[in-house]
């Protein structure tokens, strides 16, 4: 045989030999092309836009204390690099509990882009495919609502990313980001039910797109626009009512009852893994326990409570001459018989310690610690995003603010102190002390679920407050600079990725 | 079915036709030459006046075919008609040429004389003789490496070889090291190709190095391109021992030993730390804990390092088997290797078995490779973890579930208080690796010169982890409990096949020599995850999954491919063995790229060598006996990134739960870059190989520049896309550049003197640079080296991967005014004083690193002695963070000489838990002289004299004792300056965490004595 021929016969036949294919496909996950074909893929997709709520990085931990409660000027934070820097107003860009927030909040807007884009051209039950709409309607203006109060100045992104240089885009007004939130809230508030089945409790409603979308004129000043929403939840009092006892709200045993508007639903996962949405069995519960408990009953940094707070409550008692039972609810100070977790309050805290104000709304004291048992992901406390005691004092801030205080406003503010056996706010008062009434009664009856810092933003006061009182920050000697801690910074990921993007004032 | 030959063959033109050129060579010669009857000759080959000499080289001139004498000094070897003249050579000796004419007996003596030029040396789909290569290759005998005891073999490399960096990461046992030939040139994956008897694989750890015969490393493009996508990173090639003609022998190895920590640190005492404590707490204006002040219990006094650190058994015991006869050959063998580790708790076993055959019948050689192996680690995670034992803990607590004791965090004073060595004792932590590896080759001459090869190959792997935690209950500090016993279990099981077919054809026209090469192979890969959970179990003697009350946690299973395919060729060229050409290329198709945009890509190279001293103008009995000057330029790819990279895939972990339970989510989660493609490395290397003093000094000296581009570098995006904060993409070049140099003297003086020995000095200097990141991309940041997320490391442009960056320690504020005026209001006296931005601090790669070896023997004694040593490096020690500043550990006694008022000529700051100065931010506080110079080994062996084993009827025996690490010069204060890259599964490690100490096992010292037996 030529040797020519036989070598080229041996090289042909060595190659043909092989039949193994060098386009492989990933076995391990859906392909982006297969998807948003049918009706569970619309509510796979729609419930990874709740996904990131829970996560450590969310309100499991970073938003639920680290960004929110933490900066408030009920609470002091103790210096705890790294990690409370937000609420010591020492953040810089590269903080990463910062980033987590920004990375979960954002992934929400982006799934729900998705829905919403992907969604309407599936052939399904129409009737559920408004309410997915509006659930993810919902979570996208949930999610820029407080995009938007936490930075500030965020990029508006409404389509799911086609490219990356749909990426690289400046960042919004702030009139564009809340028109698009009324818009999403309106949205959903037409197309979601007012109850859904028990297993789906937990899902966005009628309600909580109502009250998202009053709170949202609310912030905008828009007085009538916002009590006339208010006034839909207050009218529907078979829907919502409050509960006898106001502690119900922040244990366990309360989760879900009738005066949760909407709430976030944390899981027991003691053995949940620590990281966003996306990772395999997450940490789903209420971990930010430890950013709040008292010094010794956590591994963390934490807060104590500014003495303010407790003096507000101890300025007027109940109908019937007690301190105002919200107080024991609220914080845990030197009183008698007073707990701390399974513990004697007076006992276990020394020095300094036992003269402080320490935080108990939302703590777990069926357990020994913060973080025993179960450590992070155990408690299932849920976090009552919006319940109607919040509703209706919102309700008489807004008919005051737009006209003065009314019947309606008063008949609001006066519900929220009935509960707590409170007497009723005096009659006839003014535009302005009305006001303050209305702003001392959210103190005594939401401090420390995170909306205190977005209370100041909004009434313009967090500066002059801060300012007022550095010994809010008496922990950490903490100085807050005007115009630049009312928001926290841009991640420097994004500031570098993006030169289009300008970082926050300060920063 | 899909065929990619006219992919694989859409070369370039120029390469394409340098490719057709070598087929057509190939195929062109063969018509030349008809076939003939191949016959046996033997013969046996002694030193001149002297013994039998095994192991001599014996080749059929102008071809490749040879072989080696076995322990007596015997050879058997197929020679052809036409052969004519056999060469005989051998390290040490002279090269001796002797014509066949006809005989089929030989008895050859050799004349003492350095003469390594003429060995064969083991080069990619081939051997060529040491004086022809033109590439840089290194090389070592296996019986140079036994002398040092690792678990894994890899390590047997440090400091052997120049341009070939080991790293080992303290003492743990069955440890993999890094191992870096001439320098990082990537991001990822920096580690070389393993090539063991030609199967390709990614680790050499699992070999037992009594199996070695030789390890050639190819480091420039020319020696290294014949691997083309997957050698830029450089190849190591091992080659296990094969069998020889003669009576079976019979080899028994066996070696036990004690190690001790290198080194142990000092720690304070718990009335000492109590007081630190309490100093801390007054500082900071808070009460002082309990458990320091009113409520110390000076009856606990817990030195943890103490009971944690000891000494521990390590024995290793070898049989072997080998022999053969005209036409089949074979070598068994078994290994058992157990080495219990310092730190308490841990062990690595190993189990080997390795069979090897060569059968011969007509023009059909079947070669086959095989080896099995077990290992079972059983590592202790927890020693030198961070915020951890305090000496005021007591260690047991019969009333404290799982009987170890612990401490309220509050009682303590300090926010996390964990009894590891408890930890370590209750968790079972065990991972078993199952291995099989090996290949079959069917060789057949088709024509004269002319050989086809088919190699098929495997490895297949099972890999086991099983970690099981009892319930347990230190205290409420985090990490201290654990609620209900938890049991996790991981299986991955992996096969890849390799199919190999390989054409080479030899050809000499007068003083023209030619070997071609042309092949084709094909690589797959699979590999299976399945891992599972549970919790809760009955009884702590429990602890498999259907034990478990509660099974449904972190079921996982992962399914990874992958397909590699190439096409080959080679020529080798010389005139007269003094003008050398080598040129290779090939080209690869890979699974990993986008198909069929980024499959494929073509790696050529090609080298030259010039042996100035053939030259007739070159003086003869000069001082220089041999110069040889070699140089290649050529370029190599790398695939080391993982599968499916570039596929933007949904991520179903996006679930949430509604209060009726978890409902199932499905979300894009991350953006993926279909555009990736090869990285490669331009290397150009300049070489010269000279011998001196009639070959008693040989020196190898290379220079070569290395540029690594299109490296696959994480650019950021913005995060608010919802789908991560990067992207990967082909963006860094980094630069390897340096100068490396192996000189070996043999001092063997012939018959008179019974005094020989040799000395082995390798020397590498190697500067590495991040050329640039590519647009967009912000320098990397790595090796954090605590919980509370500080880093080390920091990757930018003009400087090495991975270099040490933050603030500068300028001194300490000796009033709080200083520290205002500086614009440092939260800091007071006592404070550190830094610079005001951050910057470098210091590179962990060494400017250089050496070793030498010494081997000699005097009648029956011998003795061999090995050094090594890095120079110029820094270490980040992570240890005077967690021991020094922060809270949560014991203290060295640096901190008693904390600034205090009356104490403020001190470099160590005041006392502070809460540290609003941020004294513990990344510093030059951390960073130290890493260099040291270590006598890895000494041993001293005695060989039993030729009367005494004739009596015994045994062929040999050797007693010997060894040391390994036990001198070492270095100023380095953590426990040893061999950290390598951590390894630790608490923290980040790899490229970015190069000389970052955070729990690195201290070193172990070795004492051992050894019997080698052979019958």
Same mark, same amino acid.
Not at chain 2, 183 to 212: A, E, H
Not at chain 2, 435 to 459: A, H, R, S, T
Not at chain 2, 752 to 773: A, E, H, P, Q
Not at chain 2, 903 to 921: E, G, H, L, M, Y
């Given at each position: ?35 948003? +074909? ?322 108990? +709304? ?139 993007? +300008? ?5 | ?31 030349? #030459?008809?076939?003939?009857?191949? %016959? ?67 008895? /050859? ?84 190709? !393993? /090539? ?91 009460? %002082? ?18 009971? *944690? ?142 050989? !086809? ?188 990134? *993982? ?64 540029? *690594? ?97 933050? !603030?500068?320690?300028?001194?300490? !504020? ?19 004083? #830094? ?61 008693? %000489? ?49 009367? /005494? ?39 980040? *490690? ?18 051992? /004595?050894?019997?080698?037996?052979? #019958?």
């Amino acid at each position: 045989m030529n040797p020519v021929s036989l070598f080229m016969i041996l090289v042909l036949v060595m190659v043909n030999c092989n039949k193994k294919d060098l386009d492989l496909t990933n076995p391990n996950n859906l392909s982006v092309q297969s998807f948003w +074909k049918t009706a569970d893929d619309a509510e796979k997709g729609l419930v990874a836009c709740y996904g990131p709520l829970t996560t450590i990085q969310g309100w499991g931990r970073m938003l639920g204390a680290l960004l929110t409660i933490q900066r408030g000027d009920d609470v002091n934070p103790f210096p705890f690099p790294a990690v409370n820097d937000p609420g010591t107003f020492s953040t810089v860009s590269s903080d990463g509990r910062v980033n987590e927030g920004w990375t979960e909040l954002n992934a929400i807007v982006a799934r729900a882009n998705s829905v919403l884009f992907y969604v309407p051209d599936i052939s399904m039950d129409d009737t559920r495919k408004k309410q997915i709409l509006g659930e993810a309607s919902f979570l996208r203006a949930l999610a820029h609502f407080y995009l938007l109060n936490m930075w500030g100045n965020i990029p508006l992104i409404t389509k799911p990313i086609e490219s990356l240089d749909d990426l690289f885009i400046e960042q919004a007004p702030q009139a564009d980001v809340w028109a698009s939130i009324i818009n999403d809230a309106k949205n959903a508030q037409a197309a979601l039910p007012e109850t859904v089945d028990p297993k789906d409790i937990g899902r966005a409603t009628w309600g909580a797109a109502t009250a998202l979308l009053g709170k949202a004129l609310l912030f905008n000043k828009d007085w009538t626009g916002a009590a006339a929403e208010f006034k839909k939840i207050v009218d529907k009092p078979n829907l919502y009512k409050l509960v006898t006892n106001y502690q119900d709200n922040f244990l366990a045993s309360g989760n879900n009852n009738s005066e949760s508007v909407w709430e976030l639903q944390y899981q027991s996962t003691p053995n949940g893994n620590w990281g966003t949405s996306g990772t395999a069995n997450p940490l789903r519960g209420q971990g930010w326990e430890s950013d709040v408990a008292p010094v010794g009953y956590t591994s963390q940094g934490s807060v104590s409570v500014n003495k303010w707070v407790y003096d507000l409550f101890m300025k007027q008692k109940t109908k019937d001459g007690k301190i105002d039972p919200r107080a024991y609810a609220t914080i845990i100070w030197n009183y008698p018989g007073a707990k701390v977790y399974q513990d004697d309050f007076a006992k276990v805290m020394t020095g300094a310690n036992l003269n402080n104000f320490w935080v108990r +709304k939302y703590l777990n004291f069926d357990r020994e610690s913060a973080s025993v048992p179960g450590s992070w992901g155990y408690p299932n406390n849920n976090r009552r995003m919006i319940r109607l005691a919040d509703v209706l004092l919102m309700y008489a801030e807004a008919i005051n603010e737009a006209s003065g205080p009314n019947a309606q406003a008063y008949a609001a503010i006066n519900a929220v102190r009935a509960r707590a056996g409170m007497p009723d706010i005096p009659a006839g008062l003014g535009q302005a002390a009305f006001r303050t009434a209305v702003r001392d009664e959210r103190v005594l009856e939401l401090s420390l679920e995170g909306d205190r810092v977005f209370d100041l933003l909004r009434w313009g006061n967090m500066a002059a407050t801060f300012k007022a009182h550095p010994e809010y920050r008496s922990n950490s000697g903490a100085v807050f600079v005007e115009g630049k801690h009312e928001y926290l910074p841009i991640p420097v990921n994004d500031i570098g990725a993006n030169p289009k993007l +300008k970082q926050n004032n300060g920063y | 079915m899909k065929i990619h030959i006219n992919r694989l063959l859409h070369i370039p033109k120029p390469m394409r036709n340098i490719f057709i050129f070598i087929l057509l060579l190939t195929a062109g010669f063969g018509s030349a #030459f008809g076939s003939g009857a191949a %016959r046996d000759v033997r013969g046996q080959v002694k030193e001149r006046n002297g013994g039998v000499l095994p192991g001599v080289s014996i080749v059929v001139k102008g071809t490749q075919r040879g072989t080696v004498t076995n322990e007596k000094g015997e050879f058997t070897l197929d020679v052809q008609p036409q052969d004519s003249v056999l060469v005989f050579s051998f390290v040490g000796y002279q090269t001796l040429e002797e014509p066949i004419a006809g005989r089929s007996q030989f008895s /050859v003596e050799l004349a003492v004389e350095d003469r390594s030029l003429n060995e064969i040396v083991v080069v990619g789909y081939g051997s060529q003789k040491k004086a022809d290569i033109t590439g840089a290759v290194s090389s070592v005998k296996g019986s140079e490496l036994k002398a040092v005891s690792a678990g894994d073999a890899s390590s047997l490399l440090q400091g052997r070889m120049a341009g070939v960096v080991v790293q080992n990461g303290g003492s743990a046992p069955g440890q993999a090291p890094a191992v870096v030939i001439r320098g990082t040139g990537t991001f990822g994956n920096d580690q070389p190709l !393993y /090539v063991i008897d030609g199967m390709i694989t990614n680790s050499m750890g699992f070999v037992n190095p009594n199996d070695v015969e030789s390890i050639e490393v190819l480091k420039d493009a020319s020696a290294a391109a014949i691997y083309g996508s997957r050698a830029a990173n450089g190849v190591v090639l091992i080659t296990t021992k094969s069998g020889t003609s003669g009576d079976i022998k019979i080899s028994l190895n066996v070696k036990a030993g004690i190690q001790t920590p290198t080194k142990k640190l000092k720690f304070l005492n718990a009335r000492q730390y109590a007081n630190w404590n309490n100093l801390a707490h007054d500082n900071d204006g808070l009460p %002082r804990a309990p458990g320091n002040d009113a409520q110390f219990n000076p009856a606990i006094d817990t030195d943890w390092q103490d009971l *944690s650190l000891g000494s521990a058994p390590l024995t290793d015991y070898n049989l072997s088997l080998s022999g053969g006869g005209k036409n089949a050959k074979f070598f068994i063998s078994g290994q058992y290797f157990d080495q219990k580790g310092i730190v308490v708790d841990s062990r690595f076993k190993r189990y080997n078995l390795r069979a090897n055959s060569t059968f011969t019948k007509g023009k059909f050689k079947f070669t086959e490779s095989l080896s099995a192996s077990r290992s079972v680690n059983n590592p202790n995670t927890y020693f030198g973890r961070e915020t951890g034992e305090l000496p005021t803990m007591p260690v047991y607590d019969a009333s404290k579930k799982g009987g170890f004791g612990g401490l309220e965090p509050a009682f303590a004073g300090v926010s996390r208080v964990v009894n590891w060595y408890g930890a370590a004792k209750l968790n079972d932590n065990l991972n078993t690796n199952d291995q099989i590896l090996g290949n079959i080759g069917l060789e057949y001459e088709l024509l004269k010169g002319l050989k !086809y090869k088919m190699n098929v190959g495997l490895d297949y792997g099972v890999n086991h982890s099983y970690n099981f935690t009892p319930a347990f209950f230190f205290s409420g500090s985090i990490e201290a409990f654990n609620d209900a016993a938890d049991l996790s279990e991981n299986i991955i099981r992996n096969l890849t096949t390799l199919i190999e077919h390989t054409l080479t054809y030899n050809k000499s026209f007068g003083d023209h020599n030619f070997e071609l090469l042309a092949g084709y192979t094909s690589q797959t890969g699979t590999a299976r995850s399945l891992g599972a959970g549970a919790t809760d179990f009955p009884s702590d003697g429990l602890s498999v999954v259907n034990a478990a009350l509660n099974r449904n946690v972190n079921t996982t299973g992962d399914l990874q491919e992958f397909a590699l395919q190439s096409v080959l060729g080679r020529l080798n060229y010389n005139y007269k063995s003094k003008y050398l050409l080598s040129a290779t290329i090939r080209r690869d198709g890979s699974s990993k790229f986008l198909y069929p945009k980024n499959t494929f890509a073509t790696f050529p190279s090609f080298s030259l060598g010039w042996r100035v001293s053939e030259e007739a103008f070159f003086p003869k009995g000069a001082v220089v006996s041999d110069l040889k000057l070699r140089g290649s330029y050529g370029t190599l790819g790398s695939q080391n990134i *993982s599968n499916y990279l570039t596929s933007s895939v949904l991520n179903v972990n996006t679930d949430y739960y509604f209060a009726g339970g978890v409902q199932p989510g499905i979300g894009l989660t991350n953006f993926s870059n279909p555009d990736i493609k090869w990285e490669s490395t331009k290397t150009t290397d300049f070489g010269a190989d000279v011998s001196l003093l009639n070959n008693a000094i040989n020196i190898t000296a290379d220079y070569f520049n290395k540029k *690594s581009f299109d490296i696959l570098a994480n650019i950021p995006i913005p995060i608010y896309g919802g789908a991560g904060s990067t992207i990967t993409k082909n963006a860094a070049t980094i630069n390897n550049r340096g100068f490396e140099m192996a000189v070996t003297y043999n001092h063997s003086a012939g018959a008179k003197d019974d005094f020989k020995y040799s000395l082995t000095g390798s020397f590498t200097s190697i500067r590495n640079r991040v050329i640039s990141l590519g647009d967009g991309v912000t320098p990397i940041t790595g090796g954090g080296f605590t919980q509370q997320s500080l880093t080390a490391t920091r990757t930018d442009v003009g400087q090495p991967v991975g270099c040490f960056w933050g !603030y500068e320690v300028l001194g300490i !504020y000796q009033t709080t005014q200083e520290a205002i005026d500086d614009g440092r209001p939260e800091a007071r006296a006592g404070d550190f004083k #830094f610079s005001k931005n951050q910057t470098w601090l210091g590179s962990p790669f060494p400017k250089f690193n050496y070793g030498l070896s010494g081997n000699g023997s005097w009648k029956n004694f011998d003795i061999s002695l090995f050094f090594q040593g890095v120079s110029g490096n820094k270490i980040w020690n992570a240890k005077r963070f967690q021991h020094i500043l922060d809270y949560g550990s014991n203290k060295f006694p640096d901190v008693l %000489r904390s600034w205090t008022p009356q104490n403020t000529n001190t470099d160590i700051p005041r006392v502070s838990q809460n540290d609003p100065a941020n004294n513990k931010r990344s510093s030059s506080f951390y960073v130290e002289d890493g260099s040291y110079l270590r006598l890895k080994n000494i041993t001293i062996g005695y060989s039993l004299p030729q009367s /005494v084993l004739d009596n015994a009827k045994i062929a040999s025996a050797r007693f010997y004792i060894s040391a390994q690490n036990i001198l070492t010069f270095t100023k380095y204060s953590g426990y040893d300056p061999e950290i390598g890259r951590n390894s630790s599964t608490a923290y980040q *490690s790899g490229l970015f965490s190069n000389g970052v100490d955070i729990q690195a096992y201290p070193n172990a010292k070795l004492v051992s /004595v050894g019997v080698d037996l052979t #019958f």
